[in-house]
Nanobody
């Protein structure tokens, strides 16, 4: 059974940082690309960042230079380090196992003064 469990969301002031983690079980994690998506109220879910099995990364223009995606294959974990957060980053963030299409339950990130 494939499971994706996210952690690390919360509330932060503008300019602050948060670190999201997603632990994956039920697959050979190192074989698969992983992604982080987010969905703000009233908006479509959008890709924030992705990382291939080889470690190549891709970012949405809106987060380039502020967010960093990484993976630890030994721990079957993908992480999203979010810096210089702004109110527009407020959303529910989801971990995604790409190709197979599995999703985590989501974690709320709120950026507000």
């Amino acid at each position: 059974q494939v499971r994706l469990v996210e952690s690390g969301g919360g509330s932060v002031q503008p300019g602050g940082s948060l670190r999201l983690s997603c632990e994956v079980s039920g697959i050979i994690f190192s074989w698969y690309s992983m992604g982080w998506y987010r969905q703000a109220p009233g908006k479509q879910r959008e890709l924030v960042a992705s990382i291939t099995s080889e470690g190549s990364t891709n970012y949405a223009d809106s987060v380039k230079g502020r967010f960093i995606i990484s993976r630890d294959n030994a721990k079957s974990t993908v992480t999203l380090q979010m810096n210089s957060l702004q109110p527009v980053d407020t959303a529910v963030y989801y971990c995604n196992l790409q190709t197979l299409g599995f999703w985590g339950q989501g974690t709320q990130v709120t950026v507000s003064s």
